[in-house]
Nanobody, 125 residues
């Protein structure tokens, strides 16, 4: 499985940005897809995810109401719509996937075995 993230850039606080992650090499549709981010000097943290075939979405408290994750199975893409961006959203954003993660571990980076290369989002205040 290969993941390719794109869509990052430099925006001002309050602006919107849409990230996209394209997957290839999938052999089944039972994957959980998620976005994580890592700011300079900080640990990688969970942002948003969509769970297995159920399609249940889940978000970090810090982005609830501002970010929306969506999945297109036909195109094998997972997008992250980010609205009302804040300076503290500045980070490298990574898409991730797993066909083994369980619900209780859905926000844990180590539960995901496939990662994209990351795309930088910079929000100026």
């Amino acid at each position: 499985v290969q993941l390719q993230a794109s869509g990052g850039g430099l925006v001002q606080a309050g602006d919107s940005l849409r990230l996209s992650c394209v997957a290839s090499g999938y052999t089944n549709s039972g994957f959980t897809s998620a976005w994580f981010r890592q700011a300079p000097g900080k640990e990688r943290e969970f942002v948003a995810g969509v769970f297995r075939n159920e399609g249940r979405t889940y978000y970090a408290d810090s982005v609830k109401g501002r970010f929306t994750i969506s999945r297109n199975r036909d195109k094998k893409t997972v997008d992250l719509q980010m609205n009302s961006l804040k300076a503290e959203d500045t980070a490298i954003y990574y898409c991730a996937a797993s066909n083994t993660v369980i619900w209780s571990a859905r926000a844990t980076p180590n539960a995901y075995g496939y990662w994209g290369q990351g795309t930088l989002v910079t929000v100026s205040s």
